[in-house]
């Protein structure tokens, strides 16, 4: 496998893991009137397929990134997932306050990555 795609398969994987988990804990929210332990299960079913991309996203990344710059490239994937997910599937606004947060959130990931103490 070349560096490169060493390099950006796991952001790949990341991205398609996250949508999956943001899907089990949240898609749910949508969904009135099932029993809780459904929902549960539906959910455990989803995270499965997170797992299935998540490790494998992790074991390959390793050979690229060191394990604190995985997690905060799978911290800012999240957030990035779950503002798409939350306008298109949940219909709700990203506000002034998230983007805000979420951009602290990504300054806190280019730190781990390129900071001035690194």
């Known amino acids: 496998m070349s560096q490169t795609w060493t390099a950006v398969l796991p952001i790949l994987l990341l991205v398609a893991s996250n949508v999956f988990m943001t899907f089990a804990w949240y898609g749910q929210l949508n969904v009135e009137r099932r029993a809780i332990w459904l929902i549960v299960l539906i959910s455990w079913g989803i995270a499965f397929f997170e797992y299935c991309l998540a490790v494998p996203a992790n074991r390959i990344g390793r050979l690229v990134y060191d394990p604190a710059e995985l997690k905060a490239m799978q911290e800012v ?31 806190g990931a280019f730190f781990v990555f390129k900071g001035p103490f690194h």
């Open 77 to 107: 994937i999240t957030l990035a997932v779950f503002a798409v997910f939350s306008v298109m599937w949940l219909k709700e606004p990203v506000t002034v306050n998230h983007a805000v947060g979420f951009a602290f959130i990504a300054l």
